[in-house]
């Protein structure tokens, strides 16, 4: 069913995973093999992350399929992630960096390039993350991004971005976000392919999604179990570029 944006509230629990489990989605998508996704040397896999965290419950299993392939890995870290708590700036862009790091050693890829744009969390702009990742970008890159229409802002952003300048078939989208807000008859299908990440992936991908602990702590913390429960499942579905 083609994308019909009705709602984008980020509040609340969102659809919960018994929801998305009954539209029984690994049954229903193709299947993407990993290897179909490596670029041809001398392309990389670019992986644009809004904020710590996105990379690894986006995509973290497809970066290690990728990387036991020996595919070369590249984050765009847009924002440092400064304000998921208020008024702690400094602290967070520290703590967030560092679990990033060994979130990325988890995955088999602590020697992805990293590269902080330093764009203001809660505040990129689509405009001003394309000029940025233009000059980081080659022909030959597979690029992964947030969908355009995920429903955060920010992540909204990077997708319009890459949109705008990378070829449709060198262009995946992944969600986060939409997996709150939607519902499973909100979601473009016809561009959706799953990438099955087998155990060892996922048992990395979990391992990896914990070492972002300033996220997963607290008496109200940013990811609750619920939303953990969409987002580290065996599978991670993406999105064809848009023709
Ligand atoms: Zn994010």
Redesign the pocket.
Known sequence: MPYTGVTRDLNGPGTPEATWAAAELPGRLPTVDPASLRPAPPGRVVVVA??P??ETFGVGGTMVLLAALAAPVVVVAVTDGEASHPGRADELRRIRLAERAEALRRLGVADAEVHRLGLPDGDVGATAVAARLRPLLSADDLVLT?WQHDG?P??DACGAAAAALVQPDRLWFYL?WAWHWATPAELPWERAERVPLGAAATAAKRAAARAYASQLEGDTPILPPATLARLLRADEVLLRGPR
């Open positions: 809004p904020h965290d996105d947030p955060h920010d992540h986060i």
